[in-house]
T-cell receptor, first 116, second 111 residues
Framework: GAVVSQHPSWVICKSGTSVKIECRSL??????MFWYRQFPKQSLMLMATSNEGSKATYEQGVEKDKFLINHASLTLSTLTVTSAHPEDSSFYIC??????WGYGYTFGSGTRLTVV | TQLLEQSPQFLSIQEGENLTVYCNSSSVFSSLQWYRQEPGEGPVLLVT?????EVKKLKRLTFQFGDARKDSSLHITAAQPGDTGLYLC???????????FGQGTELSVKP
């Protein structure tokens, strides 16, 4: 089946630094990738949608200059949290969907970000 | 803005009891999915419902899609401690579109 690999699984960084999270589709080409954020005991909140080779579309209230998304290839999308602050600490999850209509949204295993 | 209302948000029951989780929206879904998520992991797909009125069963779990494709329910029969987890409904509002999640239901089944 479709597999999405997300790295790192957890990261601790200092305030003011930037952190990059990678999301890779291992056995299919992901024309569209989605990035979600999840706080403890809460649901997944969609941050942005990225299509290969084009700019990401951000949801309302998400700062695009703070959460930089790059989808340079059909198998890789990255989320960079710039100038991280403690309030950015959260669980970040990516999801990938292949080309052609289907119901398959494959999720990565998530990245636990802690900003100290 | 599409909103997906999921209820209840928390549920604590005894082993052997039945339960139902609801997912409602004012918008029509092209399809709806149910996921289960364990702490520290990504959500795992349980089922996708597409046709209004559709009913799907997965062992002790029964999923129903409303006739108007605006609501769905998940019913668990004879819950077991292993069913404990976060259950999420997610709606797809247009073909090939983004997946929007409900608030989630944190289920705890006590032995």
């Amino acid at each position: 089946g479709a597999v999405v690999s997300q790295h790192p699984s957890w990261v601790i960084c200092k305030s003011g630094t930037s952190v990059k999270i990678e999301c890779r589709s291992l056995d299919f080409q992901a024309t569209t990738m989605f990035w979600y954020r999840q706080f403890p005991k809460q649901s997944l909140m969609l941050m942005a949608t990225s299509n290969e080779g084009s700019k990401a579309t951000y949801e309302q209230g998400v700062e695009k200059d703070k959460f930089l998304i790059n989808h340079a290839s059909l198998t890789l999308s990255t989320l960079t949290v710039t100038s991280a602050h403690p309030e950015d600490s959260s669980f970040y999850i990516c999801s990938a969907r292949g080309g052609g209509w289907g119901y398959g949204y494959t999720f990565g295993s998530g990245t636990r970000l802690t900003v100290v | 803005t599409q909103l997906l209302e999921q209820s209840p948000q928390f549920l604590s029951i005894q082993e052997g009891e039945n339960l139902t989780v609801y997912c409602n929206s004012s918008s029509v879904f092209s399809s709806l999915q149910w996921y289960r998520q364990e702490p520290g992991e990504g959500p795992v797909l349980l089922v996708t419902v597409v046709t209004g009125g559709e009913v799907k069963k997965l062992k002790r779990l029964t999923f129903q899609f409303g006739d108007a494709r605006k609501d769905s329910s998940l019913h668990i029969t004879a819950a077991q401690p292993g069913d404990t987890g976060l259950y999420l409904c997610a709606g797809i509002y247009n073909q090939g579109g983004k997946l929007i999640f409900g608030q989630g239901t944190e289920l705890s089944v006590k032995p």
